[in-house]
Structure formats: C-alpha cells, structure tokens
C-alpha cells in the first residue's frame, strides 16, 4: 500500500510541467519554419521593389533558354566539331565560328608595345573578348563592332552604376529596424531610378530633374556604406546581380545576332517589291517582247558566261559590269538559270533593259526536265554556297595555337548540272551573283589550263588535310588546296570526259550514308571532285572579303578585275558595309521606274 500510496502523489506533480513541456515544443516546432518562411518573403519582397528588380532581370535566364531554342531549330544542322578544325554555312548559322578573314590588316595599338603594361592587358583582353565573339556569333559581331555609336549615354550609365549599388545595399539595411527611415528613402531613390531608366537610354531622354535625382541617390548610398551592415549580405547580393546581369547581356546578344543573322537572310521588302511589280508587268503586257537569239545562245565560238541567281538587281550588276569593261560586248553571252517565282520577273527586266550588244537567256532551271539523281524528283534551283572554315594551328617560333579563318564560295547541286544544260559549249565562265567585274574578262578564254577542268582562284593556307574528319572517300590527297567560286572557268569537254557530274553525286551519296545530308556535304565532295583538276588562277584576278571585311585596301579595290562581295554583309541589303556599297551601286540603273516605284535607289 505505500508502495502504491506513494507512487499516485509523484505522478500528479510532474503532469503539469510535461504537459507544459510538449506544449511548447510543439509551438517551436511550427514557429521556426513560419519564422524561416516570413525571412524568405522578407528578403524576396526587398529584391522586387520598384518594377519587380529581382524577378525582371531573372526572366532572361529562361528566355535566353528559349532563345537557344529559337537559334537551334532555325539554324542549319552541322556535323559536329572534329577536334582541330570546324566548318560553318556563313549565311545561316547562328552560335558560328570566327569571321574576321587573314585578309584583314591588323591594327597595331601603341598600348600592345608595352610590355607588363595594364593597358596592354586590358587591350590584350579585349581583342579576346572580341575573338570569343566572333567565334560565337560570326560576322555580327564584326558589324556590331564598326557600327558601335560613341558615348551618350553617360549619365545614363552612372544612374544604372548608382541603382546597382543602391540594390545590392537595401536588403541588408532594410532589415535594420532603426534604420526604417533611410529604407524608405533608398527604397523611393530606386523605384524612381527604375522607372527613369525604363523609358530612357541616352542622356537627351532624361527627364529634367535628372540630376537632383543623382545628389539623392549618392546621398543615399553614401548614408548606407557609414551604416554597419552585414558585409557578407552585401557581398552576396552584389554577387546575384552581378551574375543576372551577366545572363541579360548574354540573352540581348544571342537575341541581336539572332536578328542580324534573319535580316541578312531576308529577301529586302524593296527587291521583293520589284519582283512582284516585274511578274504582274509580264502578265499584263500585250507586246512581243521575244527576241531570236538562238544562234548566239548556242555558238561555241562566243564568250558564255553562266550566272544562278534569284535576285534581279545583283545578276543584273554582274551582266553590267562585265559588258561594260569588254572590249567586245557583241561576244558576251549571258545564261541565266533562276527559278519559277523569279523566272517572269528576270524575264521582263532583261528583255526590256539592253547590256550593249551583249545577249542575255533567262532560263528556269525547273521546266529542264532534270531529275535529282538519287530521288528521281524535279531538281530544284540551288545557288553558291558559303563558308567559313576555322582551323587551329601551331605558331612553331612562339609554340601558341593560333585559330586561323578562311571563307569559301563553293558550287551547289545545280553547278552540276552545266554539262548536261549546255551540250553545245565547250568552254564556260561561271560567276557568281554577288561580284563586280572591273576588267575585260574576254583574257580568260585564252588561259592554256594545261588539262586541268576548273580555272579557280586557290587557298593553299586551307588544305583538305583540315577538312579530312568529313572526307569519307577513299584515295585523297590531303596536300591539295581548296579552292573558291566567284570566277571560274570551266573546261566543259573535260569535265564530261572524266564524268565529274557523276562523281559528285556518288561522293554526295556516300558522305551522307552515315551522318545524312548536310551543308558541309557540298563543300567536301566539290573539293574532293575538282581534285588535281584546279587550275590555280592568279590572285589579281577576284579579291574577296567585301561582305564581311572592313580592312580592305581601297587602292586595292580599285585595281582588282573582279570583287566578290563573299559574306553575309551584301552591298543590296542595308548592312552591306557601307565603304564598298559605290563599287557596287554605280552598275544599277537609277532611272528605271522599277527601281523608283520600289524605293530602290
């Protein structure tokens, strides 16, 4: 009994405080993950003040990732990189590889003379900045460079330079009771720095009490660097919009040379007016307007010269320029082969616009009734394709590897064709649709090829030693150069004797057995067709680089016989470089009531 008696009394004491005990273990249990919660919505609810800081510069995370998106589905597909050396389509390609040409002459800055200088690393960090650039986006950034406006914008950017720092201390202090006061203020200097910004981007759009704005912020500021503040808060908060800021530059830029890349891809609204204008014209007119030059289409004896285009007002400064600078214009025949929707419209310009005494065909290469040789199905028009090769190579006096570009014009799938087009001519000179011919062309049919079949200028610095992760045929000699379009003059008895059309389509057929079809199919398999075919034409005759070289020599280009505007920057479109647009320009008719009615000129 008084083990029982005893036991009742000690279990009534100790009920209350256990009860209590659990009680409040239960309260801590849900107060800290409230309390935890509450410091989390604190802390988001001060980095969205304003316009939503926090949350408007994180959005181009994800559109940036949309953008790749965007880039990968528009963009052509490419083999992948090989190791030492990569090949990019120059106008489609969106995340590309360096564009700047070896052509270009380098600018020498005093600041790289100085040795162990910071001025010369900082310029030394910049040319790789800019070499990063190019790799990554091509020849926009070329244009962006040449094209990048001086500073106005000052106090614009100190206002942005102000409203970082003023972001990265407001956290920090707003959690500071007794500093509520200058919260509100630092809070207030930032929600107006926000919606300031948000409308102006030079300094002439900045409303009038811009500066008095300034003196609050800095006074501001100034008032929450003397207050003692958590340094590793601050540090951190500078860290995250260091790094959205980084994203948000890095979306603008995919998102600038995704634009570039789709305006210098884009039919101009004036050329595609004039064609629409032209084939409605056709339609309309009444009037014979044929002519009977059969006889001269198929004379062997005539300079022939062979032009795939679907622009007008290019193939037509191209048949311009030649017949202007020849000696013999009555000699000059022109063939050229376009597709359906330009076929009417090229029609009417050249049968109403006379070149001397030069004749021009327009043919439409889909009413010739050839046939894709693997398919069975109608061919259809395919123009010069470009591209930039970038290989590495090793400096042996400073043992440092050197990313070296070349660019390449090489012939289509329709190219191909010409033998089979043509069974009368024996010898033809093929030009492509973006060159300025500036001297008598008639010299180049009186060039002894010593039995080569293709009369092209060579790249000896790229050889197909750079290319051979793409050659899947067998027997290449890798020493052998590549060569470029834009002039060439073709031995066409040759290349049906030694059947090169049907040795580019089996090469075609066997380097797309395993990977498919690509861009970089065409390249390979013309290189390797035209092997120890070339006939290497002096340089004097074609200079390249004036669609995406801004260093060319201008007394160079005056004295070449022929320009080719290889690149993405053509002197048609709006971002052709300026400096070269005249050589181009003087060839078009600015009378024609086409070209005013379309706002060409």
Not at 49 to 58: E, F, K, L, V, Y
Not at 195 to 206: F, P
Not at 298 to 323: C, D, E, M, Q
Not at 373 to 390: D, N
């Amino acid at each position: 009994m008084k083990g029982g008696g005893g036991g009742l009394p000690a279990k009534r004491r100790w009920k209350g405080p256990l009860v209590v005990a659990v009680l409040g273990l239960v309260f801590l249990s849900m107060l800290v993950p409230l309390v935890f919660l509450l410091g989390q919505h604190n802390n988001a609810f001060h980095s969205t003040i304003g316009h939503g800081t926090q949350q408007r510069n994180a959005a181009p995370v994800d559109q940036s990732t949309h953008m790749d998106d965007v880039i990968r589905r528009l963009a052509p597909t490419i083999p992948k990189d090989f190791g030492n050396s990569s090949v990019k389509k120059t106008g489609s390609d969106i995340n590309g590889l360096p564009v700047q040409a070896d052509t270009r002459k380098p600018v020498k800055k005093k600041s790289e003379t100085l040795v162990g200088d910071n001025t010369s690393k900082n310029m030394t960090d910049a040319d790789e900045n800019e070499m990063i650039c190019e790799l990554k986006f091509g020849s926009y950034c070329l244009w962006r460079k040449e094209h990048r406006e001086k500073m106005q914008d000052s106090v614009v950017k100190r206002m942005k330079d102000l409203l970082f720092v003023a972001r990265a201390y407001y956290p920090s202090i707003a959690k500071l009771p007794a500093l509520d006061k200058l919260s509100q203020e630092m809070r207030q200097n930032i929600q107006d720095f926000e919606r300031v910004l948000s409308e102006a981007t030079t300094d002439k759009d900045l409303p009038p009490q811009s500066e008095k704005k300034l003196t609050k912020m800095d006074a501001a500021i100034a008032k929450a660097k003397s207050c003692h503040v958590d340094c590793n808060n601050v540090d951190k908060k500078f860290r995250q919009l260091v790094d959205l800021t980084e994203d948000e530059a890095n979306f603008h830029t995919k998102q600038s040379a995704f634009l570039y890349k789709l305006a210098v891809q884009t039919m101009p609204k004036s050329l595609h007016c004039l064609s629409m204008r032209l084939t409605v014209e056709y339609f309309k007119s009444s009037l014979d307007i044929e002519q009977n030059l059969d006889e001269k289409f198929v004379n062997p004896n005539l300079y022939h010269y062979i032009i795939f285009s679907k622009n007008i007002l290019a193939s037509s400064a191209v048949i311009n320029s030649t017949v202007v600078h020849a000696r013999e214009s009555e000699k000059q025949v022109f063939h050229l082969l376009t597709d359906t929707e330009n076929y009417y419209a090229m029609k009417l310009w050249f049968l109403r616009n006379t070149y001397g005494d030069a004749a021009v065909q327009v043919l439409n290469i889909e009413d010739l009734k050839l046939y894709n040789h693997h398919k069975g199905a109608p061919l259809h028009l395919s123009l010069p394709e470009e591209f930039r090769v970038s290989f590495r190579r090793v400096d042996k006096l400073t043992s440092t590897t050197q990313i070296k570009t070349e660019y390449l014009s090489m012939f289509s799938h329709s190219h191909y064709l010409i033998p089979k087009i043509f069974q009368n001519l024996e010898k033809v000179v093929v030009l492509d649709d973006d060159i300025i011919v500036q001297r008598d062309l008639s010299a180049l049919w009186n060039l002894d090829m010593g039995g080569k079949v293709n009369g092209a200028v060579q790249f000896c610095a790229l050889k197909l030693f750079h290319l051979k992760n793409y050659m899947s045929s067998s027997g290449i000699d890798y020493n052998s150069c590549a060569w470029t379009s834009g002039v060439n003059l073709i031995d066409l008895s040759r290349w049906r004797t030694r059947n090169l059309t049907e040795k580019y389509q089996r090469l075609v057929q066997e380097m797309s057995r395993d990977d498919g079809l690509s861009e970089t199919t065409t390249l390979s398999a013309s290189l390797v067709t035209f092997q120890g075919l070339v006939y290497d034409l002096e340089e004097s005759w074609i200079l390249s680089g004036l669609g995406h070289n801004y260093g060319m020599d201008l007394e160079a280009l005056k004295t070449a016989a022929v320009l080719h505007f290889d690149g993405s920057m053509k002197p048609w479109l709006d971002l052709g470089i300026p400096m070269y647009k005249s050589f181009w320009k003087k060839f078009l008719n600015q009378q024609n009531q086409f070209l005013n009615d379309c706002n060409i000129n």
